[in-house]
């Protein structure tokens, strides 16, 4: 029984663009987005976090997915909408906590270190035998897949870019996943 995995990274929005945490926002029609409905040929199950982004992403890509709330965004309380600059001007030593401390919440949100919980029990979920899965998430859920399934250390979250509309393919059986290939952007 071997499943294969496709974790793809939303398309980009305003956030992207301006470098600031995401609130709850839609795609950004001012970047390039020219993916065509209908790249996967052949898929048994689309799941997506529950943000409008991973919806619209889903939507355009011509599948019809699933919202699976364990793949929703890395929780960062109340930073949302602000720029890296901003968190860095109002709270310098709660910046620095988080980057290198995988527990702390500064923010008042989730920490590294629940994601990783909450994405290490998505992936131990029981799948069907030979299912073609698509999951439509966010770049922090699928840095934190790579962390687990390379075993990584938490600190080694931050290591790592995930562009906007790039495919991760795993494959597994029983719990245990392989990387196949990271980074390879959707073409149509």
């Known amino acids: ?6 974790l793809i990274s939303h398309a980009p929005t305003l956030a992207t663009h301006s470098a600031r ?15 065509a409905p209908g790249v996967f040929k052949r898929v048994d199950e689309t799941y997506c976090g529950p943000e409008r982004r991973c919806a619209e992403t889903a939507d355009a890509l011509g599948l019809p997915a699933v919202v699976d709330p364990a793949l929703r965004d890395l929780d960062i309380g109340g930073w949302h909408g602000r720029t890296l600059d901003d968190v860095e001007q109002a709270d310098a030593d709660g910046l620095n906590a988080w980057l290198t401390n995988p527990a702390a919440v500064p923010h008042g949100g989730e920490s590294l270190v629940g994601l990783l919980d909450r994405v290490g029990d998505w992936l131990s979920l029981p799948r069907t035998e030979n299912a073609r899965i698509v999951a439509i998430t966010h770049p922090s859920i699928v840095r934190a897949v790579l962390v687990r399934i390379l075993r990584a250390p938490a600190e080694s979250f931050w290591l790592m870019d995930v562009t906007p509309l790039s495919q991760t393919r795993l494959t597994g059986a029983g719990g245990r996943w392989t990387l196949r290939e990271t980074g390879h952007p959707i073409t149509s």
């Open 1 to 6: 029984m071997t499943v294969r995995l496709t």
């Open 21 to 35: 945490f995401a609130a709850d926002e839609g795609l950004s029609r001012s970047g390039p987005f020219d993916v």
